[in-house]
């Protein structure tokens, strides 16, 4: 895939928190007449929307929705509001396939990387939410390691992107603590990271 294929969500606020929330990928599913549906390029958004008036069912969703506002049964209002802070994208830049079930294939986490460098020197947040260590394990390798899970991308003006990865939200195996998670979420955004090479050689 030459070109990258969905379209951020970037809410209102994102200007001041310059904070990218990112999912790991997207899938087919049944429509209301049984037809099968595939994620348009503005699925970022949409998704966003139909889950928040369908809270409860999507696993992803609901539990990223959780952690966002700190309430285990937010209301609509609330989590559009705390989804104003956030640019929304997915990784893979195409459906995976039928279902929940399925995963990417080692060429779509391949052609997946090169479209996630050249969102962030476009879109320039100044921190990525990487849900999903499956994703974290297979994403191009980052310039600057703080911790195993919080590391950092050099843009092409040495300027840094500091990253934070978490467990997948929807896994069932390990779970997914929102109110722990959605705590390290906080901290993590109000936490001030060099903010490029020059300022983390200083240190």
Known sequence: MDERYFQPWVGNNFSDTRTLLMSESTYN????????????????????????????????????????????????DEMLTAWQDFAYTVFVQE????????????????????????LIEELR?????????????IMPECSVRLLNDIQAYKLKDDSLVWCLALPHPANRTDGFPWQGIGESIRVFRKTSFPADLASLAAL
Not at 39 to 59: D, L, V
Not at 97 to 111: I, L
Not at 126 to 133: A, D, W
């Open 95 to 118: 459906s995976v396939g039928f279902g929940a079930g399925v995963r990417p294939t080692k060429s779509q986490w391949q052609c997946a990387g090169p479209h996630f460098l050249q």
């Open 125 to 137: 947040p100044l921190k990525v939410i990487v849900t999903g260590k499956d994703m974290w394990d």
């Open 29 to 76: 599913w049944l429509g209301d007449e049984g037809e099968v549906e595939t994620p348009q390029p503005t699925h970022p958004e949409g998704s966003i929307h139909w889950n928040i008036e369908n809270f409860g069912k999507n696993r992803y969703f609901t539990q990223v929705n959780r952690a966002i506002c700190g309430r285990a049964n937010p209301g609509a």
